[in-house]
Protein backbone atom coordinates (compact mmCIF):
# COMPACT_ATOMS: atom_id res chain seq x y z
CA UNK A 1 0.00 0.00 0.00
CA UNK A 2 1.02 3.34 -0.26
CA UNK A 3 0.62 6.76 1.54
CA UNK A 4 -2.63 7.81 -0.34
CA UNK A 5 -5.47 8.38 1.58
CA UNK A 6 -7.63 5.16 2.48
CA UNK A 7 -10.79 6.50 4.66
CA UNK A 8 -13.35 3.76 4.46
CA UNK A 9 -15.70 4.22 1.13
CA UNK A 10 -19.35 4.26 1.67
CA UNK A 11 -22.23 4.65 -0.79
CA UNK A 12 -25.66 4.33 -0.58
CA UNK A 13 -26.78 2.66 -4.37
CA UNK A 14 -30.27 2.43 -5.36
CA UNK A 15 -30.38 -1.22 -4.62
CA UNK A 16 -29.60 -3.40 -2.18
CA UNK A 17 -26.34 -5.44 -2.79
CA UNK A 18 -26.40 -9.09 -1.48
CA UNK A 19 -25.18 -9.28 1.81
CA UNK A 20 -22.32 -12.17 0.36
CA UNK A 21 -20.36 -9.64 -0.43
CA UNK A 22 -18.83 -9.24 2.97
CA UNK A 23 -17.17 -12.40 2.19
CA UNK A 24 -14.06 -10.55 0.53
CA UNK A 25 -11.96 -9.02 3.03
CA UNK A 26 -12.93 -5.57 3.27
CA UNK A 27 -16.43 -4.87 2.10
CA UNK A 28 -19.38 -4.65 4.36
CA UNK A 29 -22.69 -4.90 2.75
CA UNK A 30 -25.96 -3.69 4.51
CA UNK A 31 -28.82 -3.61 2.12
CA UNK A 32 -28.05 -0.40 -0.26
CA UNK A 33 -25.40 0.19 2.66
CA UNK A 34 -22.03 -0.36 0.79
CA UNK A 35 -19.17 0.07 2.97
CA UNK A 36 -15.20 -0.58 1.80
CA UNK A 37 -11.55 -0.46 3.71
CA UNK A 38 -9.63 0.12 0.73
CA UNK A 39 -6.70 -1.25 2.66
CA UNK A 40 -8.31 -4.40 3.35
CA UNK A 41 -9.86 -4.41 -0.03
CA UNK A 42 -7.45 -3.67 -2.42
CA UNK A 43 -4.72 -6.06 -3.65
CA UNK A 44 -2.96 -2.70 -5.27
CA UNK A 45 -4.16 0.83 -4.39
CA UNK A 46 -2.02 3.65 -5.18
CA UNK A 47 -5.08 6.13 -6.84
CA UNK A 48 -8.00 7.47 -5.35
CA UNK A 49 -8.94 10.06 -8.13
CA UNK A 50 -11.01 8.90 -11.17
CA UNK A 51 -12.44 10.56 -14.33
CA UNK A 52 -16.39 10.41 -14.53
CA UNK A 53 -19.06 12.08 -16.04
CA UNK A 54 -22.73 13.07 -15.33
CA UNK A 55 -24.15 10.05 -16.35
CA UNK A 56 -27.62 11.84 -17.45
CA UNK A 57 -25.60 13.66 -19.53
CA UNK A 58 -24.17 10.69 -21.19
CA UNK A 59 -27.73 9.21 -21.44
CA UNK A 60 -29.12 12.95 -23.05
CA UNK A 61 -26.11 13.95 -25.36
CA UNK A 62 -24.70 10.51 -25.89
CA UNK A 63 -26.53 7.21 -25.84
CA UNK A 64 -28.48 7.83 -28.60
CA UNK A 65 -25.78 9.95 -31.06
CA UNK A 66 -24.92 7.49 -34.00
CA UNK A 67 -21.67 7.49 -35.49
CA UNK A 68 -21.05 7.99 -39.44
CA UNK A 69 -18.67 7.16 -41.72
CA UNK A 70 -16.05 10.50 -40.35
CA UNK A 71 -16.81 9.59 -36.43
CA UNK A 72 -16.46 6.54 -35.13
CA UNK A 73 -18.26 5.57 -31.80
CA UNK A 74 -14.99 6.17 -30.42
CA UNK A 75 -14.24 9.30 -31.07
CA UNK A 76 -17.56 10.33 -30.23
CA UNK A 77 -17.50 8.85 -26.62
CA UNK A 78 -13.36 10.47 -26.60
CA UNK A 79 -14.88 13.57 -27.93
CA UNK A 80 -17.94 13.60 -24.53
CA UNK A 81 -15.17 12.62 -22.20
CA UNK A 82 -12.95 15.56 -23.23
CA UNK A 83 -15.70 18.25 -23.17
CA UNK A 84 -17.80 16.55 -19.57
CA UNK A 85 -14.98 14.42 -17.96
CA UNK A 86 -14.34 15.46 -14.13
CA UNK A 87 -11.47 14.02 -11.65
CA UNK A 88 -12.62 13.42 -8.55
CA UNK A 89 -11.94 11.52 -5.43
CA UNK A 90 -15.02 10.55 -4.43
CA UNK A 91 -15.35 6.79 -4.54
CA UNK A 92 -18.93 6.84 -3.69
CA UNK A 93 -19.52 8.89 -6.90
CA UNK A 94 -17.47 6.39 -8.75
CA UNK A 95 -19.59 3.53 -7.62
CA UNK A 96 -22.92 5.75 -7.78
CA UNK A 97 -22.15 6.08 -11.89
CA UNK A 98 -20.65 2.59 -12.01
CA UNK A 99 -24.60 1.48 -11.22
CA UNK A 100 -26.40 3.43 -13.47
CA UNK A 101 -24.11 2.09 -16.27
CA UNK A 102 -24.11 -1.36 -15.25
CA UNK A 103 -27.93 -1.13 -14.64
CA UNK A 104 -28.33 0.06 -18.29
CA UNK A 105 -26.17 -2.42 -19.89
CA UNK A 106 -27.01 -5.61 -18.25
CA UNK A 107 -30.58 -4.57 -18.30
CA UNK A 108 -33.12 -7.81 -18.48
CA UNK A 109 -34.61 -6.83 -21.99
CA UNK A 110 -31.00 -8.39 -23.48
CA UNK A 111 -31.64 -11.84 -21.98
CA UNK A 112 -33.46 -12.80 -24.63
CA UNK A 113 -30.65 -12.06 -27.36
CA UNK A 114 -27.97 -13.83 -25.18
CA UNK A 115 -28.46 -16.86 -26.91
CA UNK A 116 -27.88 -18.24 -23.52
CA UNK A 117 -30.79 -19.81 -21.97
CA UNK A 118 -28.82 -20.60 -18.72
CA UNK A 119 -28.40 -16.87 -17.90
CA UNK A 120 -31.66 -15.07 -16.12
CA UNK A 121 -32.50 -12.01 -14.55
CA UNK A 122 -30.70 -12.79 -11.45
CA UNK A 123 -27.45 -13.71 -13.38
CA UNK A 124 -27.86 -10.23 -14.36
CA UNK A 125 -27.87 -8.36 -10.95
CA UNK A 126 -24.75 -10.46 -10.12
CA UNK A 127 -23.02 -8.71 -13.46
CA UNK A 128 -24.16 -5.54 -12.26
CA UNK A 129 -23.09 -5.69 -8.71
CA UNK A 130 -19.70 -7.11 -9.55
CA UNK A 131 -19.22 -4.87 -12.44
CA UNK A 132 -20.09 -1.70 -9.87
CA UNK A 133 -17.06 -2.87 -7.51
CA UNK A 134 -15.23 -3.33 -10.50
CA UNK A 135 -15.05 0.30 -11.57
CA UNK A 136 -12.89 1.52 -8.70
CA UNK A 137 -10.20 -0.58 -10.37
CA UNK A 138 -7.65 1.57 -12.08
CA UNK A 139 -5.25 1.72 -15.19
CA UNK A 140 -2.85 5.20 -16.16
CA UNK A 141 -2.60 6.47 -19.44
CA UNK A 142 0.97 4.73 -19.37
CA UNK A 143 -0.77 1.29 -19.11
CA UNK A 144 0.46 1.09 -15.06
CA UNK A 145 -2.13 -0.71 -13.12
CA UNK A 146 -2.54 1.39 -10.24
CA UNK A 147 -5.91 0.03 -8.17
CA UNK A 148 -6.57 -3.85 -8.75
CA UNK A 149 -9.50 -5.36 -6.08
CA UNK A 150 -10.99 -8.71 -6.12
CA UNK A 151 -13.49 -8.19 -9.01
CA UNK A 152 -10.67 -7.54 -11.03
CA UNK A 153 -11.17 -11.23 -11.26
CA UNK A 154 -14.62 -11.55 -12.68
CA UNK A 155 -15.17 -15.17 -12.46
CA UNK A 156 -13.38 -15.83 -9.29
CA UNK A 157 -15.01 -12.97 -7.27
CA UNK A 158 -18.45 -13.67 -8.75
CA UNK A 159 -17.89 -18.04 -7.10
CA UNK A 160 -16.97 -16.62 -4.24
CA UNK A 161 -19.93 -14.35 -3.82
CA UNK A 162 -22.92 -16.57 -5.49
CA UNK A 163 -21.53 -19.92 -4.84
CA UNK A 164 -21.24 -20.43 -8.36
CA UNK A 165 -19.62 -23.38 -10.00
CA UNK A 166 -16.76 -22.87 -12.32
CA UNK A 167 -19.04 -23.13 -15.78
CA UNK A 168 -21.72 -21.01 -14.49
CA UNK A 169 -18.76 -18.72 -13.03
CA UNK A 170 -17.37 -19.00 -17.13
CA UNK A 171 -20.86 -18.24 -18.45
CA UNK A 172 -21.45 -15.13 -16.58
CA UNK A 173 -17.92 -13.59 -17.85
CA UNK A 174 -19.42 -14.54 -21.15
CA UNK A 175 -21.90 -12.71 -20.67
CA UNK A 176 -19.76 -9.68 -19.24
CA UNK A 177 -16.86 -9.10 -21.69
CA UNK A 178 -19.59 -10.19 -24.28
CA UNK A 179 -19.91 -7.34 -25.82
CA UNK A 180 -16.68 -8.02 -27.95
CA UNK A 181 -18.91 -10.98 -29.72
CA UNK A 182 -22.25 -8.33 -30.31
CA UNK A 183 -21.72 -5.63 -31.99
CA UNK A 184 -24.73 -4.13 -30.74
CA UNK A 185 -23.45 -4.39 -27.34
CA UNK A 186 -20.66 -3.24 -28.03
CA UNK A 187 -21.39 0.45 -29.68
CA UNK A 188 -24.28 0.16 -26.21
CA UNK A 189 -20.97 -0.61 -23.75
CA UNK A 190 -18.53 2.40 -25.38
CA UNK A 191 -21.05 5.11 -25.12
CA UNK A 192 -22.22 4.23 -21.75
CA UNK A 193 -18.57 3.55 -20.06
CA UNK A 194 -17.63 7.42 -21.68
CA UNK A 195 -19.73 7.75 -17.85
CA UNK A 196 -16.43 6.22 -16.57
CA UNK A 197 -13.98 7.95 -18.10
CA UNK A 198 -12.82 5.35 -20.61
CA UNK A 199 -13.91 1.97 -22.07
CA UNK A 200 -14.02 -1.38 -21.11
CA UNK A 201 -10.55 -3.43 -21.78
CA UNK A 202 -10.21 -7.13 -20.90
CA UNK A 203 -6.41 -8.72 -20.18
CA UNK A 204 -8.02 -12.07 -21.37
CA UNK A 205 -9.28 -13.89 -24.55
CA UNK A 206 -12.07 -16.00 -22.72
CA UNK A 207 -13.18 -17.92 -19.70
CA UNK A 208 -9.94 -19.77 -19.14
CA UNK A 209 -7.61 -17.01 -18.90
CA UNK A 210 -9.70 -15.03 -16.65
CA UNK A 211 -7.84 -11.91 -16.58
CA UNK A 212 -10.65 -9.37 -15.92
CA UNK A 213 -11.34 -6.28 -17.05
CA UNK A 214 -11.33 -2.64 -16.24
CA UNK A 215 -12.34 0.60 -17.44
CA UNK A 216 -9.07 1.87 -18.69
CA UNK A 217 -8.72 5.49 -20.67
CA UNK A 218 -8.50 6.19 -24.02
CA UNK A 219 -5.04 6.16 -25.31
CA UNK A 220 -3.33 4.10 -22.72
CA UNK A 221 -0.58 1.95 -23.41
CA UNK A 222 -2.01 -1.48 -23.58
CA UNK A 223 1.65 -3.69 -23.96
CA UNK A 224 2.42 -2.02 -20.52
CA UNK A 225 -0.69 -3.10 -19.13
CA UNK A 226 -0.49 -6.38 -20.51
CA UNK A 227 2.84 -6.81 -18.69
CA UNK A 228 2.09 -4.96 -15.33
CA UNK A 229 -1.15 -7.67 -15.54
CA UNK A 230 0.64 -11.17 -16.25
CA UNK A 231 3.10 -10.26 -13.55
CA UNK A 232 0.61 -9.88 -10.35
CA UNK A 233 -2.68 -11.76 -11.74
CA UNK A 234 -2.10 -15.46 -10.96
CA UNK A 235 -1.32 -14.92 -6.96
CA UNK A 236 -4.06 -12.39 -6.70
CA UNK A 237 -6.76 -14.85 -8.09
CA UNK A 238 -5.85 -17.73 -5.99
CA UNK A 239 -6.51 -15.42 -3.00
CA UNK A 240 -9.45 -14.59 -4.15
CA UNK A 241 -10.62 -18.26 -4.54
CA UNK A 242 -9.41 -19.02 -0.92
CA UNK A 243 -12.66 -16.92 0.32
CA UNK A 244 -14.68 -19.63 -1.31
CA UNK A 245 -17.02 -20.62 1.49
CA UNK A 246 -17.71 -24.22 -0.27
CA UNK A 247 -15.76 -25.84 -3.13
CA UNK A 248 -16.91 -25.19 -6.70
CA UNK A 249 -19.19 -28.02 -7.83
Same mark, same amino acid.
Given at each position: MTTIDTTAITVELPQAFDERWSRLPGIQVDGRRITIDPAEYFFRF???????????LVKSQLLDVQETTESAVEQLALDFIKAHGESTSDAARVLSTAYEVYAYLFRDEHLD????????? $???? /? !?? @???????? %???????? *?????????????????????? $???? /? !?? @???????? %???????? *??????LGGRLV????????????????????????????????????????????????
Open positions: ESNTWLVADWEGLGLPQINA $EHLR /M !LR @EAATLMAL %NKVEVDGH *ISNVGPCWFFPAATSVVFDLDD $EMGG /M !LD @EVYHGGWF %NEHRRIES *IKAHAAHGCQSVPDQSGGVVAPYGASMANFRDDLAAFKAGWIEQVYAHRVTPAA
